[in-house]
């Protein structure tokens, strides 16, 4: 099965400041690339995602690079707000039939203060 | 467009008892999964369904059960509850694997405490 590992594990920046998340993962075979966001008394939410045939995605201040030959791809966040607060989880999945199957990082808890 | 509904939001059983929890997905979408989520595990995939039959399954024993319907709604059991079954218990659906299947839409979960 994929193992999947997120660093690191708590993340605390001032409002403005850039937070980057990286997870690592082990099946060369994942192709679908997804991060989600989980506030706090909600289920997560996808925020943004890349697929293995591109390198890097932006979407205002969030962006994802992917580095297929190290097995790794993080997630970007510029100008953070108290809004983007939050725990973050990775999914890297191969597809096909088991999209609705996914192994989860173990989650990085940004705190961005005010 | 309506998210994806559980019911309920919390619940509060007993060790041995059993429970039911109920989730709607998105409209249009038939994929149906499950997944636990706890502080010292984080969160694991239960199973999952499409236009009714179990596509996927997770290593969980087999108190686990669920079922989806012709509407593409679902329920998970768990019987037996232990101590250990205290979670939130999140629902997510998708698409057909043929469009937008990859995005997983989350409910806001069912708190399950077992006392």
């Known amino acids: 099965g994929e193992n999947v590992e997120q660093h690191p594990s708590t993340l605390s920046v001032q409002e403005g400041d850039s937070a980057v998340i990286k997870c690592t993962y082990s099946?060369?075979?994942?192709?679908?690339f997804p991060w989600y966001k989980q506030e706090l008394g909600k289920g997560p939410q996808l925020i943004i995602d890349?697929?293995?045939?591109?390198g890097e995605k932006k979407d205002q201040r969030i962006a994802v690079t992917l580095n297929k030959t190290a097995k790794h791809f993080s997630l970007h966040i510029t100008e953070t707000q108290p809004e983007d607060s939050a725990v973050y989880f990775c999914?890297?999945?191969?597809?096909?039939?088991?999209?609705?199957?996914?192994?989860f990082g173990q989650g990085t808890i940004l705190t961005v203060h005010p | 467009k309506a998210g994806v509904t559980q019911t309920p939001r919390y619940l509060i059983k007993t060790r041995g008892q059993q429970v039911t929890l109920s989730c709607s997905p998105i409209?249009?979408?038939?994929?149906v999964s499950w997944y636990q989520q706890t502080p010292g595990q984080g969160l694991q995939f239960l199973f999952e369904?499409?236009?009714?039959?179990?596509?996927n399954k997770g290593n969980f024993p087999g108190r686990f059960s669920g079922r989806q319907f012709s509407n593409s709604r679902s329920e998970m059991n768990v019987s037996t509850l232990e101590l250990g079954d205290s979670a939130l218990y999140l629902c997510?659906?998708?698409?057909?694997?043929?469009?937008?299947?990859?995005?997983?839409?989350f409910g806001s979960g069912t708190q399950l405490s077992v006392l």
């Open positions: 997510a659906s998708s698409g057909t694997p043929l469009g937008g299947g990859e995005k997983l839409f």
């Open positions: 099946d060369s075979a994942s192709n679908y």
């Open positions: 890349i697929r293995s045939n591109v």
């Open positions: 999914a890297p999945t191969s597809g096909g039939t088991s999209y609705g199957k996914l192994t």
């Open positions: 409209s249009g979408h038939r994929s």
């Open positions: 369904y499409f236009s009714e039959t179990q596509r």
